[in-house]
Structure formats: C-alpha cells, structure tokens
C-alpha cells in the first residue's frame, strides 16, 4: 500500500474544490487548549483509570467520587479557551454549506468558538449538560457554575504551579460524598420522588442521543464525500471508528492531523497524513477557504 501524501498546498486546492466534507474530531483537538486526553500514559485519574470512572455502574457504587471526577473535568473545561483548531474548524463549517462535524469531545470548546449549531454533531454528549439520572426528562444546558454544589467544592479549587490539589493526589484519602448532598432533579422531586443528576456525556455502555446515529447515516449516504478530516483521534471506538471507513467507500479522500505517527495506519496513497497539533495544521489546512484565520480574543467562562 502506498504511503499517505504530506502536501499541504495540494491538499488545500482538494479542500477548496471539496463540496461535502465530514470531519471526525477527538480529545487531541483540545490538547492545545491545556486539557488531557485520558489516554495512554496520561489516563490516570488518582489510582483510578478514567474509563472506569465513565460507566452507569461506577455512578450506582460511588456517585460521589464519579461526581468529583466529572466536576474536575468540568472545571478545567470551564477554564479553557478554544485553540486555533477550533477556530479553524468553525470557520470551514461558515464557509462550506455541505460540511459535518463530528466530534467525541465533551467539553463544548467547539460551540464556544462558534461552531454552527446546524454543522456539529457532539457525539459523546457535553460536560456543561447536567441531566437526570433516571431519564425523566430534565436537562440543564451549558450549566456554567462552578463549583456544580458546595459537595464538589474541591474539584473547583486552583493550585500554583507545581503544587499538587489534594483532590488528585492518591495519597490524600477523599471525603466520602453522600447522595444527599449531591445535586437532585427537581422534576422528581416535584413529583415526590428521588433522583440524582448527572453530567450530560455518554458513558460506556449506553447508547447515543435518540437519532443522532441515523441521522449521520443519513448525511453520509445522501451522496458522495469529498474529504473526511480525522482531527486528534485514533478513532477507536464506536460508531466513530466505522466513520473512516465509510466515508471512504462513499469516494472520500481521508485527511488525518495527528502526531501519532500511527494514525496514519489504514491510510493509502490518495490519502493524506499531517503529523502535529490541530492548532498548528487547521489553520494552515484550510487557508485557501477560510483566510488568514483571526483569533478573538475571549475569555475563559471562569476565572482562575
């Protein structure tokens, strides 16, 4: 199989002639906005590996620590500003009609640096979403506070520079959370009953919002794919990693941006590999559509 071209002026005369274009995003288009990945090496949260914590059955044992866990990441997001990869991402999907995002992200950087309602599709749900864990229908959108309750106080606190928060430390032993003090649906309560919220993502286990798989499907098949962009994911996991190949038997050239050299596995030589950050190959990328990209200057919705 031949090798993935690494041309950056050729790819951007096929980006600019592209009509339908999809996208596949992954935690690597936020590592440049200062949040990890939870994978690899970095995938430890305290002792605990992140993906253990992201399951309905860690909720039912320990929904205090699944809260903390969830309230740090909140945290963090709250604090970040969208990166030049957002930015360039948003743009495109301004300026080319027949363009869908996808992305695996739960931080809502993407929305934030205004990204089209109509061209986005967050696919593992969003941090800042706080919903009933017994499905009765309540949902709190964008919720920015911060702390979520007094409970989760230490998951909002800000340390200097190399000075570890206690909250991450596996040595410091964490205050057991009981359920009662963490946040309750009100729509429940109304009705005489009880119910924890929970944070708006998808965990494992569970399936994707009502629809929204049929509704990709529907976009993909509609007719042929131009380019499908793979930003900052081994896409690994499903349905995200069927998407590649998908697009591909719909005639899509595969771009990849990835410093993992071994994202460009599966790739041949009609493809395309860019090895690097999001931040730094978006805006370059897709210069020729969006210009010379323009950076606002905004603020993190909180204050450290």
């Not at 200062?34 to 253990?52: D, M, Y």
């Not at 009100?186 to 924890?196: A, F, I, M, N």
């Not at 098949?221 to 719909?250: E, W």
């Amino acid at each position: 199989m031949s090798s993935p071209k690494t041309d950056v002026d050729e790819f951007r005369k096929i980006l600019n002639g592209a009509n339908r274009i999809l996208a596949l995003c992954g935690a690597g288009l936020s590592v440049a906005s200062g949040l990890p990945t939870f994978r690899g090496a970095g995938g430890l949260w305290r002792e605990f590996e992140s993906t253990s914590l992201a399951t309905p059955e860690a909720f039912e044992d320990d929904p205090g620590l699944v809260w903390l866990f969830y309230a740090w990441r909140r945290h963090l997001a709250l604090k970040a500003k969208p990166n030049a990869g957002h930015y360039a991402l948003a743009e495109l999907a301004k300026k080319k009609e027949n363009f869908l995002c996808l992305t695996q992200n739960v931080d809502g950087l993407s929305p934030r640096a205004g990204h089209p309602e109509s061209a986005i599709r967050m696919l593992h749900g969003n941090l800042l979403d706080i919903t009933c864990y017994n499905k009765c229908g309540y949902a709190e959108r964008n919720a920015t506070r911060d702390p979520v309750c007094p409970s989760l106080a230490a998951a909002a606190e800000d340390y200097p520079p190399g000075q570890l928060s206690p909250l991450l430390d596996p040595s410091v032993d964490l205050a057991t959370i009981k359920p009662e003090d963490l946040p309750q649906c009100p729509d429940c309560k109304r009705r005489g009953k009880t119910s924890l919220l929970r944070p708006g993502v998808v965990w494992f286990g569970e399936s994707l919002p009502d629809g929204m798989l049929l509704e990709v499907d529907n976009w993909l098949y509609k007719d042929p794919v131009d380019v499908m962009l793979v930003i900052g994911t081994s896409a690994a996991v499903y349905p995200a990693a069927g998407y590649t190949n998908k697009a591909k038997r719909r005639g899509a050239v595969v771009a990849v941006i990835n410093p993992d050299p071994q994202a460009k596995s599966g790739l041949d030589g009609k493809d395309f590999f860019f090895q690097g950050g999001a931040d730094e190959f978006l805006p370059k990328l897709f210069e020729d559509v969006i210009g010379k990209l323009k950076i606002p200057d905004t603020a993190p919705l909180t204050e450290a």
